[in-house]
């Protein structure tokens, strides 16, 4: 059995109003030290999986089908059996 965690952002050159606001907030906070926020899903997934290999490309599947856009966001992922 192994657990997936996935982080899914919008690519670098799309504008991500929401981690704007949220870098706006943190400056109105005197929070002067972040440079940059940017905004984004994390999915966990566990998968009854026989190996790492295949419970990959499991979620390699899932998330270019389904959890990202892929014209738009980015996916990143760990797997780990547990």
Do not use: W, Y
Not at 2 to 24: E, M, V, Y
Not at 67 to 78: G, K, R, T
């Amino acid at each position: 059995m192994f657990k997936a965690k996935i982080s899914i952002t919008l690519r670098q050159s799309i504008l991500d109003p929401q981690g704007k606001a949220i870098h706006h907030a943190l400056e109105s906070l005197s929070m002067n030290n972040v440079s940059e926020v940017r905004i984004g899903k994390f999915v966990e997934m566990t998968l009854n999986s026989p190996t790492k290999q295949e419970a990959e490309q499991t979620v390699e599947q899932a998330c270019k089908k389904l959890l990202a856009n892929p014209v738009m966001e980015d996916f990143h992922f760990v797997v780990e059996a547990i």
